[in-house]
């Protein structure tokens, strides 16, 4: 944990703003694996009757100025058409490495990117066909969602998404106000994004989900309600709350968001957490009061809108034991190895891996990854559920660990405790985060990463 001056009770002051922790350990922990595991192998002794499926489409129109996710910009000479056919090739090579030995069944699908909606409507047929006619899944059986951007979201593209069986449309909209877009080098106007999400409505897909962004530079209350406003014009089911990280590597980074005078850049740190603290508490208070309510620090559910399954995870992040995912940026996870491909943020390395992709015929091992020990795995329950608004039911933990979280995280939890970050008026046999707790989840997520996974983070070369 980043911290700073003491504070009037006596423990260190943090950074609240050190790390989104949307899947444990982060890629960054990956290393190329030189035994290269056959997924036969990997497979064989797990559950397959639940699996999770991600899809990843690593292509974007623009590349937006905060955006450190594995994507590129546009897609020569049919790269497109490349890249499904080796996504093809892979789907084939991992639905055989799961076997026929148990039955295999599919529970929950994503296409995320990247965006996938850069494909065209023709494509994205395609990408559906692969989930369904490859890999057996009933996309029209069970949750799927897809994420859209407003330049991509054309009614042709959602026409096939409906009619495959999406669930819930995800747009990436960030701001309302365009110089708000401007500043965070996403260039795009409020009457397109009006424009798009009055497509997605009328496609009819169950949920929309729209992604904000705060902490913009410029950014005011004022300014920030506004987005607010706007977004709940179209009545989403879901909305997520995002705060501004200027990232190594990112187009913002490189621009200089980031000051590099140590003692302006401390005063600029203070004041720029001290304005996120602000615009969450405000977006969170305003959508609390308009009918939503809080799923984690980030996402936000309006209160009767449909559940997509009763005991599904609460968001849509990676986070599920038994998870295949296909594509360069995606990962998979076994109970024991977390693998994925190679991974960057910078524009060059990214295309060269995508490139090497798009030529790999043999997808029938794992290339890079992390092995999770039952000490891991532990961690990883306690990050996963502790970060939900719901908490943590210590009945649950104790059930799959024959043990305790305090037992097991004793210095974490009193820390967090002294804090304030727990809450103290929770039923008897659950784990909860205060709302302080929660408007510091960027904090203690990252506390409760284990010396290993944060040696290797730091060890880790960015490119
Ligand atoms: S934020 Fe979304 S749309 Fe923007 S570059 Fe990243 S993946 Fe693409």
Redesign the pocket.
Known sequence: MTTSTATATGIPAVRPYESYVYAYPHKTAYRPLPERPALRELWAAERKDALSLYLHIPF?????G??N?F?RIGAPEELTTRYLDALDRQAVAVRDALGDDEPVRFAAAAFG???PTFLTAGELERLCDIAEKRMGADLRAVPLSV?T?PSTATADRLAVLADRGTTRISI?VQSFVDAEAKAAV?PQRRAEVEGALGRIRDARIPVLNIDLIYGIDGQTERTWLTSLEAALAWRPEELYLYPLYVRPLTGLHRLGAGVTVPEAEALEQAAWDEQRLRLYAVGRDHLLAHGYEQVSMRMFRRADAPRESADGPEDYACQTDGMIGLGCGARSYTSALHYSFDYAVDMREIRSIIDSFTSTQDFSRAEVGRYVDASEARRRHLLQSVLQAAGLPVADYRARFDTDPWADFPAELAEFAARGWLDEGAPEGLLRLSPLGLAHSDALGPALFSPGVRAAMAAYERK
């Open positions: 974007c129109e623009v590349r937006c905060f955006c996710l994507t990117g990247g965006t994420e951007s990436g996403r």
